[in-house]
């Protein structure tokens, strides 16, 4: 199973993550809260070569002159998002939709692989990866991802510290 991380290259404005901290910081919920960077998660299961996936992440999911991807192995303790190299981040905030909620995008991912002539069965499932930095608590980041990254009904979140 692979992730890939889709994120705005340096050069350009995160603007979902500069907006995001807006709302951070204007709901009250935390003032500690430096910066946020922000990226979309794919998860893509299925028997799948390392050439196939770097094919679906370049020609497929991320737009090559203002995005830059990151595949690693999904759930491995050991895989490291891109922004250890660029965002000294201190928690990382990850939201997915729950088992047996639709998720549409990911229906669009598999017809789309398939029309890149990759035809092999395979399970896709997005989500939102959230980078933060600054002075933050596990109560802060529960309220974070509780009040502001996700609806809860539906989403399910994540939190991890980011060495």
Excluded: P, W
């Amino acid at each position: 199973m692979f992730g890939i991380e889709i994120f705005t290259k340096t050069k350009y404005k995160d603007s979902r993550g500069e907006h995001v901290l807006s709302d951070i910081n204007s709901s009250g919920v935390s003032k500690g809260v430096k910066k946020v960077k922000y990226c979309s998660l794919y998860i893509v299961d299925g028997n799948l070569s390392l050439n196939e996936i770097r094919m679906i992440a370049s020609c497929l999911l991320s737009d090559n002159i203002t995005e830059g991807y990151k595949i690693t192995k999904y759930g491995s303790k050991n895989s490291k998002s891109y922004l250890n190299n660029i965002f000294v981040s201190k928690a990382m905030i990850e939201v997915v939709y729950k088992k047996g909620v639709t998720d549409t995008v990911s229906s669009s991912v598999v017809k789309a692989v398939k029309d890149l002539g990759i035809n092999k069965d395979i399970k896709v499932k997005t989500g939102h990866r959230y980078y933060l930095s600054g002075k933050l608590s596990k109560t802060i980041l529960d309220t974070i991802a509780c009040k502001l990254l996700s609806n809860t009904l539906i989403q399910e979140y994540k939190i991890k510290s980011v060495k």
